[in-house]
């Protein structure tokens, strides 16, 4: 018998890399378990682009994810990209298929070096099915959790116009699922 939380993904810590008012995502370190497995946790030297990945979990409310490390960015990202969701291969990716009221999470790969090749760690066998509901709960309050760093933090100076569009639309979006997935 597995114990209470068969999934579970926080932030541990959250910060900006340089200053608030410049950078446009924010970083730290996450907790991911499934099962006993810890796939990643404080302390063991990895640093997530939490805003980032908290948008990407977030479109996995609605929408089914097929774990495809060669051609998505992932689900937790590194966040070493100089724009918003286009980053390096560093990720940590899960298959999430929706049946009725469930979700079943499987096919988890953390990929931990620029080279998918070597630095690729796969958990075969680990799945998991668990309500959409506490699915949908882990995930909005990871998202709502990142969100408040943003909401106490200095207005962003962004000088390019392309970043500011892209950082626009990036929030537009976040807030769009996170406001949609909290009224269910």
């Not at 097929?66 to 980053?87: S, T, V």
Request: aromatic share 10%; charged share 25%.
């Amino acid at each position: 018998m597995k114990g209470p939380n068969p999934f579970t993904v926080k932030i541990e810590n959250q910060g900006w890399l340089c200053n608030d008012d410049q950078d446009l995502c924010s970083h730290g370190e996450i907790f991911l378990s499934v099962h006993d497995t810890i796939i990643t946790q404080s302390s063991v030297n990895e640093e997530w682009g939490i805003s980032e990945s908290a948008l990407s979990m977030l479109r996995t409310l609605e929408n089914d994810y097929c774990c495809d490390p060669e051609h998505e960015e992932g689900l937790i990202l590194h966040g070493c990209g100089a724009i918003l969701m286009m980053g390096c291969p560093i990720s940590i990716h899960w298959s999430v298929k929706h049946l009725d009221d469930h979700v079943i999470l499987s096919d988890f790969v953390k990929i931990t070096t620029t080279n998918p090749d070597t630095g690729s760690i796969f958990y075969p066998g680990l799945k998991v099915k668990i309500s959409n509901i506490e699915y949908k709960n882990q995930i909005v309050s990871f998202a709502l959790q990142a969100k408040e760093l943003f909401d106490h933090s200095k207005e962003k100076r962004i000088s390019d116009d392309y970043d500011k569009e892209l950082y626009e639309e990036f929030w537009t979006e976040y807030n769009l699922l996170l406001n949609r997935n909290m009224n269910l």
